[in-house]
Each structure stands twice: as structure tokens, then as C-alpha cells.
T-cell receptor, first 116, second 109 residues
């Protein structure tokens, strides 16, 4: 069964460094998402992406964040200059459709980012 | 602003008891409603979607547009239902799918 894969599973980085979190969505999916979950807290929406552009972003997704679909298969989240409070589990998700009977977002297993 | 509220962070019931996980939303337009579940050490996955009017693993959810609620119910909880449950409306206008804070359901033997 196809699934969303994320790499790496765990990333440790120094404060101020740039990180790129990678996701390979399911191949025929068109809608892509990033979420984060700080330990013990809720799953927070960061950004949605469709047709090579951002559809919606939350207040968390500031200028430090960017997303890209560089080669038609990967979907990346870049954090330009990491802060301690960026430490969280980051989830990627993809969906074939946005609406209808078969709409379902499939989630990756997550990347745990630790900023030290 | 789009908002989804799950008022109970923790819910504990005994096996065989009914369970209801509450969800209220405030979204512009007519969002589509979903429940996602995360079992221990597994990834987030879809439990059910409103539009399908389905019952999955004995769970159902009724959309009440007047109360803007989408509560998840199961008449007889099982131990394997213990998990984190997230209510998630999605707005078609802008591809905005946000999760509620989640309810951790524990079903005791």
C-alpha cells in the first residue's frame, strides 16, 4: 500500500542553523500539508500546498519557513534559522482530492526535530 | 477565524460503556468534517468522514449544522479504541485543514 514517507526520522540541529525536512507524498496526490506537534501539545497546521503554490498558511508559518516541491516527487519544509521553540514533531500529509466521498489525508510517520 | 474545539483533553471509560468525543467548529462556508485517530506508535489516520455517513469500527459522527458540532460516538467502547482522536474540518475555499486539540481516550478493562 502506498504511503507518505518522511526523512529523516530524527534531526538534531544547532540553534540558528537551517534545516530541511523531506517528504515524499503518495504519487498521484495533488494536495500537500505540513503540520507540527510540540511535545504534549496539539497537532498544529502549518501550511497547505497545491498546484505549486501555497494555498493557506497559519500564523506559525512565518518568514522563517518555506515549502517547495522541487522535483515533482519531494515536498520539503525549510526552516531558515531554527529556534529552540521549533523543536517538535513535523508531519507531512498528502491527499488526492480535496472534497468528496474518498477524500482522505495520508500522513507520514513524522520527523522529530530537536534544536539545541 | 477558523476554529475547532475539542473540549475534553482526556476521556476515560470502562470497556463496554458508551463514549462520546465532542467537537465544535467555527468555519466560514460549509466545511467538510473528519475524525482522525492516532493509535500508540502509529501515524495519524482517517477514522471517518462526514460526507460518507459511514460507521467505522463502531464509531459514528453526526454533523449538527445548527450547533456546528460533529461529535464522535460509539455505543460500546473497546480497549483497542484507546487512542488520540482529532476532529478536523476542512475548508474547500482555501485548502485549510486544521485539527482540534485532540482527545485522548482511554478504555479501561
Amino acid at each position: 500500500e502506498p504511503e507518505v514517507t518522511q526523512t529523516p526520522s530524527h534531526q538534531v540541529t544547532q540553534m540558528g542553523q537551517e534545516v530541511i525536512l523531506r517528504c515524499v507524498p503518495i504519487s498521484n496526490h495533488l494536495y500537500f500539508y505540513w503540520y507540527r506537534q510540540i511535545l504534549g501539545q496539539k497537532v498544529e497546521f502549518l501550511v497547505s500546498f497545491y498546484n505549486n503554490e501555497i494555498s493557506e498558511k497559519s500564523e506559525i508559518f512565518d518568514d522563517q519557513f518555506s515549502v517547495e516541491r522541487p522535483d515533482g516527487s519531494n515536498f520539503t519544509l525549510k526552516i531558515r534559522s531554527t529556534k529552540l521553540e521549533d523543536s517538535a514533531m513535523y508531519f507531512c500529509a498528502s491527499s488526492e482530492t480535496l472534497a468528496g466521498l474518498n477524500t482522505e489525508a495520508f500522513f507520514g510517520q513524522g520527523t522529530r526535530l530537536t534544536v539545541v | 477565524a477558523q476554529r475547532v474545539t475539542q473540549p475534553e483533553k482526556l476521556l476515560s471509560v470502562f470497556k463496554g460503556a458508551p463514549v462520546e468525543l465532542k467537537c465544535n467548529y467555527s468555519y466560514s462556508g460549509s466545511p467538510e468534517l473528519f475524525w482522525y485517530v492516532q493509535y500508540s506508535r502509529q501515524r495519524l489516520q482517517l477514522l471517518l468522514r462526514h460526507i460518507s455517513r459511514e460507521s467505522i469500527k463502531g464509531f459514528t459522527a453526526d454533523l449538527n449544522k445548527g450547533e456546528t458540532s460533529f461529535h464522535l460516538k460509539k455505543p460500546f467502547a473497546q480497549e483497542e479504541d484507546s487512542a488520540m482522536y482529532y476532529c478536523a474540518p476542512i475548508s474547500y475555499n482555501n485548502n485549510d485543514m486544521r485539527f482540534g486539540a485532540g482527545t485522548r481516550l482511554t478504555v479501561k478493562p
